[in-house]
């Protein structure tokens, strides 16, 4: 059984910051890819940003430039540094491994971004 779980949401004011950790456990024999995705009301789920275990990342057209995606291998964490936060960044945000050749997915944190 793997577990994901995020933390660090909250409530920021436009311009803010916020830093989401997720940490992965379990019986955990490998993890490739590792992602934040995000679902606002009424919308989608869609991809923010993701790192590959080699450090390769990329990220959504728009927080381009705003977030950052990082990981801690030995720690099975990813992180992602949220500057510059804008009202639109308002969301659900989702962790998700490919963990032992199997995608996980964690329960979700609040995100919420004041004008």
């Known amino acids: 059984q793997v577990q994901l779980v995020e933390t660090g949401g909250g409530l920021v004011q436009a311009g803010g910051s916020l830093r989401l950790s997720c940490a992965a456990s379990?019986?955990?024999?490998?993890?490739?890819?590792m992602a934040w995705y995000r679902q606002a009301p009424g919308k989608q789920r869609e991809l923010v940003a993701a790192?590959?275990?080699?450090?390769?990342?990329n990220y959504a057209d728009s927080v381009k430039g705003r977030f950052t995606i990082s990981r801690d291998n030995a720690k099975n964490t990813v992180y992602l540094q949220m500057n510059s936060l804008k009202p639109e960044d308002t969301a659900v945000y989702y962790c998700?491994?490919?963990?032992?050749?199997?995608?996980?997915w964690g329960q979700g944190t609040q995100v919420t971004v004041s004008s």
């Open positions: 379990g019986s955990i024999f490998s993890i490739n890819t």
């Open positions: 790192i590959r275990s080699g450090g390769r990342t």
């Open positions: 998700n491994a490919d963990i032992n050749r199997g995608l996980s």
